[in-house]
């Protein structure tokens, strides 16, 4: 049996998601556990339905085969349902809009969505799948959207919501009727409850914000409560409700937040209650109103989001200009660090504020001479690391200052930039909480931790190092983070086991060794770059750095390193998607921190550069941006395909070494795409950074793809051999080439180590071999044997792709897989014993037995020996002559 299912409570949308729900699953039973709220009762009655609504009771749990669930996945939401969750054969299926938690139930298939409605997710499945909805369903369905919304007028509320009106307004959807079952007609007992709540309103300034909760006994009043939550906070224009009604021995709590300080979701949850960030819920037994209003107090002093500060949303460290500096000097400053303004210093102390546009039109004016402290503001303003972000604001306004310093024990410890002031102005606009670094409207994982996300994708064994590593970094006063394709690769779920960290505010080789010493383990050091490898016994290693910032002196040069901040750092990545952090101290273990949408472009699938210098600054990420989309089935954002095409115009390739080419092209000739990057750097006019003959096209492809069939083919044969896959890969791409070219290209990229270098030299004798057998010139395995004798085996692959004669292609296949490593069963010291004496002698047999191995005329050891024995008597009767 087939059940569709939702939360106890429900609602408008939960009963609308479930007749959504049943149309996808058309022989599953509706079932509630709970109660009808008076709204999905006068929904029943006005919209019919051609199926009933069972109880929960009246269902065999022993006959559930399938649990879809809508608008919920925690067990204790459920009702008796709950009882079957963890049943060995259970199949759950998972509709849900709600944040995730630590209880969450987990199912065979999950459609997990940030919108404003259940409803909505399930709508544009049916819509994608072509259904047809009744007039009626598609009212209900209609209804259910727009009482989770507000009428697609709450924060919560995204374009799916808007889309998914659209197809049922489409499908004949009668708003009307929506409006009726949206009406709530109060009684007189409802507006003396209204009243009620109204005088015993108190507001509690909680971390800088504002909470007023209201108190009521619901009496004789319709219980819908959480319509007059609504109808307060409208009336009052407040930002954060709670309502606590006492009802048939229990206190209800209704929480309604429209501030990005109070996630109404999380109180509830602390509470044993359930919701989102902006409309949540509590119910509580045995509990008085007053110690309810404690409880929820205590929650909320936990809980809620403090007004920022100037050190919450300053950049540091500061780029600083030390007085006395020369005006070309603070020029160059300003250049490298790509920065408009920058606070003046003298013994760590502030003097004033220097600008971009000030230095630039006195070096214009031949001033550049001069020190700084000449054409400095010293009429500037300051701010404590502790000032309010509201008194901030208000300065820059006021003043039109265009970057404030923040000044901690004396000295700077970071600047505010207008940039900042923006980036936080955009967030209380959007209305939503973040975790640190987030951007607003733009994570799927808005506000959560990844605790659960690591427990599920790490093994056990590296989830405790991970901890262990963030309580060595508490004893040390630094914060660690994951960061980079490693956390990147967490949220597409896929596999890699490569950790990254990072260390802001201290020394990450100090804390590096420390970690070591304190699991008995080795570090390796890099003081240049401030970075360590910590090595695990089993070989395992974890790369550690110190947050540092990257500048290039030139285009296509290596980066100079200096300290910095976690987001200075990431700023300098490659490109947005592996800008991702998650913190390891165990006070925020497990919090994403994402300063510039990362987690927004992995949703998109987009490849973005963080700047419009990144190819110019290191031309390689070209490249890589090909085989970061190739490989995830990503898009590159199509300013950063001008950006890459630009580069190619201007040249700036051509100040890029060799074995950083290679390094980048290597990595995308192991990938499994291989052969779309190559497509892709063919289009975007990249392939010319290899070689400029080279060339792509459809056969060239066909080509390339061969030859990648016979390295998988090879792999398959589970042999002893090592292979090198990239480099048959690389004589497919540079197939087109000369000898003495390939040699030059070769040594341009500093090919190293005897292997490698002995594959591109041996491709000329490759060849030759290849005309051979084409030509039936080897037509025994002997001869093949021969010819290929000494032939690296990637060459061997290379050819078995170049080949247009299947013969010759067998001929190669049964070469590696037989004749290559055939030996003879008698070795010299046999031979010496039976007789044969002469050391060239010996070798004249063993060839000769070896020769008629290879070609099935002998199969035995004895079968040699009676070759050995007839050489014996033939030599013995040239000696008798």
Known sequence: MEVITTHTNADLDTLASMVAAK??????????????????????????????????????????????????????????????????????????????????????????????STTAILALILRDKGVRLTHNEATLLMAGIYEDTGSLSYPSTTVKDFDASSFLLSSGAD???????????????????????????????????????????????????????????????????????????RVHMIARSRTAAVDAGAVARELGGWGHEHAASASFRDHTVTEVKEMLLDALRRLV?????????????????????????????????????????????????????????????????????????????????????????????RRGQRLLPVIKDGK??????????????????????????????????????????????????????????????????????????????????????????VVEGGDGIAFAEEFASKRGLRVRPHNRFKT????????????????????????????????????????????????????????????????????????EKTIRVLHNLSFVEDPTRALRAVRFAEKFGFRLERHTANLMKNAVKLDIFSGLKGPRLLEELRSILEEETASKSVSALSELGLLGLIHRDITWDHDRELFFERTREAIVWHRLLYTKDKVEEWLPLFLALTDTLKEEDLLALAKRFSISGKKRIGVI??????????????????????????????????VILYLMAKTGKDSSRRALSVYVTKSRHMDTALKGGDIRRMGIKEGRAIGEVLKDILTRRLDGQVATRADE??????????AAREKGV
């Open 175 to 249: 708003l009307r009727t929506v409006a009726d079952l949206l009406r709530s007609e109060m009684t007189p007992a409802d507006v003396s409850l209204l009243n009620e709540f109204l005088r015993s309103e108190a507001t509690y300034t909680i971390g800088g914000v504002d909470i007023v909760i209201a108190e009521g006994d619901v009496g004789k009043s319709s219980g819908d409560v959480a319509s007059l939550a609504h109808r307060i906070r409208d009336i009052e224009g407040m930002d954060c409700l709670f309502v606590l009604a006492e009802a048939d021995g």
């Open 532 to 603: 360590a490898v910590v090595i695990f016994p089993d070989g395992f290693k974890i790369d550690v750095a110190t947050a540092r910032l990257e500048y290039y002196e030139r285009p296509a040069a290596l980066p100079t390193v200096e300290a910095s901040s976690l987001k200075l750092d990431l700023y300098r990545r490659d490109f947005i998607i592996n800008t991702l952090a998650i913190e390891l101290n165990p006070k925020r273990f497990g919090e994403l921190v994402d300063f510039f949408g990362g987690e927004r472009d992995i949703k």
């Open 305 to 397: 989001v403090a007004r920022r500060k100037a050190e919450d949303i300053m950049s540091f460290p500061a780029i600083i200009v030390e007085a006395g500096t020369a005006l070309k000097g603070a020029m160059e400053i300003m250049r490298r660090y790509n920065i408009n303004a920058a606070p003046v210093v003298k013994d760590a102390a502030l003097c004033g504020v220097i600008t971009r546009q000030v230095v630039d039109r006195a070096v214009y004016h031949g001033l550049g001479g001069l020190p700084v402290d000449d054409y400095m503001t010293t009429d500037c303003v300051s701010v404590t690391s502790v000032t309010a972000v509201e008194e901030i604001r208000e300065m820059v306004i």
């Open 412 to 501: 700077v410890a970071g600047v505010i930039t207008r940039t900042d002031l923006l980036k936080l102005l955009q967030d209380e606009l959007l209305g939503r909480p973040a975790a640190r670094g987030e951007k607003k409207g733009l994570s799927p994982f808005k506000g959560k931790r990844l605790s659960n996300l690591m427990k599920e994708r790490l093994p056990g064994w590296l989830l405790e190092i991970l901890k262990d590593a963030g309580k060595t970094a508490d004893a040390l006063g630094v914060k660690i983070y994951a960061v980079g394709g490693f956390v990147r690769d967490m949220l597409l779920r896929r596999e890699n086991l490569d950790v990254d960290i």
């Open 23 to 116: 149309r996808l699953y058309p022989d599953a039973v509706l079932a509630f556990s709970g109660s009808f709220e008076k709204k999905v009762a006068k929904a029943v009655e006005t919209v019919s339905m051609p199926y009933k609504i069972e109880s929960a009771k009246d269902i065999s749990l022993d006959e559930v085969t399938r649990l879809i669930l809508v608008d919920v996945r925690v067990g204790r939401r459920i009702g008796r349902f709950s009882e079957i969750i963890g049943r060995p054969g259970l199949d759950i299926h998972i509709y849900d809009h709600h944040p995730s938690t630590d209880e969450d139930i987990r199912g065979s298939s999950e459609v997990i969505e940030r919108c404003g």
């Open 865 to 874: 020996e009676a070759i050995v024995r007839t050489y014996l008597k033939s």
């Open 761 to 794: 030299e041996a491709r000329g004798d490759g060849l030759k071999a290849l005309n051979r057998i084409n030509a039936g010139l080897a037509a025994k395995n002997s001869g093949l044997y021969e010819l290929l004798r000494g032939i690296p085996l990637e």
